[in-house]
């Protein structure tokens, strides 16, 4: 998975906590992505950095919020976790910064929330 | 805006025989296309993507793809199937006028792919 580590792999968790993802990169690619998979909808962009403290809003990005302080580790932060929430999440990685370079993978994160 | 169909669920196909899963998209200029392969409880990989020039795109596995402007499509083709195609297999485009390489890719629903040995 291209040098990609996501933790945790899994997490239930109850409505109302804050639920923090992780996602480690060893490639020292400056674009970080955090995607949502749900079936029906493939996948959507939560949230994206293009540098470390750089980072934007992505497709659905309501009920998330996100932080990148050193350029191998990019957080997703759920403040206060709601049953829609429950969902595949996955970190992006990609290198360059031109529109055509592919986006690399991570194993992904099941979460659920209660 | 820019955006995937991926007009089939599911695609079955017999071992040894071509397959193609298919994949049109809406983007304001010339199109950046991906293909992307998953496994079950696995990451995303990339296949192959479209960026210019020869409209038949050769990736990995054994696959293509076949950029054709006019009907705004990009389908995924092997020509002999095997059983350990079986996956999910995501058409993904970016408008090359978006932000560089910092927004995300636009990901069609996915199609299930199951090859019947």
Not at chain 1, 5 to 31: I, M
Not at chain 1, 40 to 58: A, E, F, N, Q
Not at chain 2, 16 to 40: A, D, E, I, R
Not at chain 2, 41 to 52: A, E, P, V
């Amino acid at each position: 998975d291209a040098g990609i580590t996501q933790s945790p792999r899994h997490k239930v968790t109850e409505t109302g906590t804050p639920v923090t993802l992780r996602c480690h990169q060893t490639e020292n690619h400056r674009y970080m992505y955090w995607y949502r998979q749900d079936p029906g909808h493939g996948l959507r962009l939560i949230h994206y950095s293009y540098g470390v403290k750089d980072t934007d809003k992505g497709e659905v990005s309501d009920g998330y919020s996100v932080s990148r302080s050193k350029t191998e580790d990019f957080l997703l932060t759920l403040e206060s976790a709601t049953s829609s929430q429950t969902s595949v999440y996955f970190c992006a990685i990609s290198d360059g910064d031109r529109s055509y370079n592919e986006q690399f993978f991570g194993p992904g994160t099941r979460l659920t929330v209660l | 805006a820019q955006s995937v169909a991926q007009p089939e669920d599911q695609v079955n196909v017999a071992e040894g025989n071509p397959l193609t899963v298919k994949c049109t998209y809406s983007v304001s200029g010339n199109p950046y296309l991906f293909w992307y392969v998953q496994y079950p409880n696995r990451g995303l990989q990339f296949l192959l993507k479209y960026i210019t020039g020869d409209n038949l795109v050769k990736g990995s596995y054994g696959f293509e793809a076949e950029f054709n402007k006019s009907q705004t499509s990009f389908h995924l083709k092997k020509p002999s199937a095997l059983v350990s195609d079986s996956a999910l297999y995501f058409c993904a485009v970016r408008d090359p006028y978006s932000g560089g390489g910092a927004d995300g890719l636009t990901f069609g629903k996915g199609t299930h792919l199951i090859i019947q040995p």
